[in-house]
């Protein structure tokens, strides 16, 4: 059965108040309130996975998706450096390449999440390049 105009607006407006607090929360998982902000992220994508509008299910599951992602290529980079220190590499290059490695990482992700949360306020979907999956066909561009 096909969804009249004013459904349509009232899912999308939902959807979109849903979408600005995901991609709030995942920036301020960033910025601010690094663990405590994912998990109410986490919290929220749980209660409405699945049952959220497109424009809301599609900014949830992408950053979720984000933040997991960034994390790991945080622990992946602490990783690295842990075992170069263990091989006994304490030159000031190292950290010079860490500090400046962190910080484009992080900015990048940032800012995408800036992007993410305008888009959101548009009411439009949003993929993120490297960790994001396809957008829904319903989903508003």
């Known amino acids: 059965m096909p969804r009249s ?3 349509s607006v009232q899912d999308t407006q939902a959807g979109q108040g849903l979408a600005i607090a995901a991609e709030s929360l ?5 910025l601010i309130l690094p663990l405590f902000a994912f998990l109410a992220l986490l ?3 749980l209660k409405h996975n699945g049952k959220a509008p497109p424009l809301a299910q599609s900014h949830l599951e992408q950053t979720v998706r984000a933040g997991i992602g960034i994390a790991l290529m945080f622990m992946t980079a602490a990783a690295i450096v842990v075992l170069l220190r263990m091989q006994g590499m304490e030159d000031m290059n190292l950290w010079m390449i860490v500090v400046l490695a962190f910080t484009i990482m992080h900015a990048s992700m940032v800012l995408l999440g800036v992007i993410g949360l305008a888009r959101a306020m548009a009411g439009k979907c949003w993929r993120y390049p490297l960790f994001g999956k396809a957008l829904p066909r319903d989903c508003p561009y």
Request: aromatic share 18%.
């Open 43 to 45: 919290l929220l994508y």
């Open 26 to 30: 995942y920036v301020a998982n960033l």
């Open 5 to 7: 105009a004013t459904e």
